[in-house]
């Protein structure tokens, strides 16, 4: 297996088809689509197609004035179709034909409502703060800064658990009395647990 030097494939993607890269632009497929669905004749392809382009440009050049048009008239189209739905779910004969127009109707206005929802992003974008700590449970821990390479430090030893180096507490020895409260004696062998 060879690999292609980076001039040979400059020199492929050149040579490509310039009407097979115009035919799958989004503006030629859209113009294509709408010309069957309103049954326009070819020849309206072309000015189709420049008419898409340019509102792509416009989209480009951050005007979304056309999009908020579309937004709402399709919202208001969505609208009437869950008003149409509705009213016939309440004038069905039977039961499962009210149930399909109302299960419509119930899709149209989903679609309204989201529609709706995507007009009021673009017109108010949502504000993102971008925080660079984790707080999981009761447990917090803040990591904003770079981490940091540390030596392992050998353990320390516990002072609360030893008194002298190496000698554990036994806190089942008998003790003197404590210098605080010279009252407080150690229990008498009696008193004591059973082991």
């Known amino acids: 297996m060879t690999i292609e030097p980076k001039e040979k494939i400059k020199q ?23 010309t069957l669905c309103h049954n326009l004749e070819e020849e309206q392809v072309v000015d189709m197609v420049s008419e898409l382009q340019r509102q792509s440009a416009a989209v ?25 739905m509705a009213s016939k779910s309440v004038t069905a004969g039977n039961v499962e034909l009210m149930d399909r127009f109302l299960r419509l109707a119930l899709r149209a206005q989903n679609q309204a409502r989201a529609t709706i929802q995507t007009l009021a992003e673009i017109k108010q974008p949502k504000q993102f703060a971008f925080v660079q700590q984790a707080n999981i449970g009761r ?24 008194q002298q180096n ?29 082991k």
Not at 60 to 81: F, N, P, V, Y
Not at 167 to 181: C, L, N, P, Q
Not at 186 to 193: A, I, M
């Open 12 to 34: 492929q993607k050149q040579a490509e088809n310039p009407l097979v890269r115009s035919v799958t632009t989004p503006e030629c497929l859209s113009a294509s689509l709408l």
């Open 139 to 162: 447990q917090v821990q803040v990591n904003n800064q770079q981490p940091t390479r540390t030596r392992k430090k050998a353990n320390a030893q516990n002072e609360l658990l030893e």
């Open 166 to 194: 190496g000698e554990r507490m036994d806190t089942r020895a008998t003790r003197t009395a404590g210098g605080t409260d010279t009252q407080m004696a150690t229990l008498v062998p009696k008193h004591r647990t059973q």
């Open 60 to 84: 480009c050049g951050d005007d979304l004035s056309r999009l908020e048009s579309m937004l709402t008239a399709q919202a208001h189209t969505l609208d009437g179709l869950f008003a149409k």
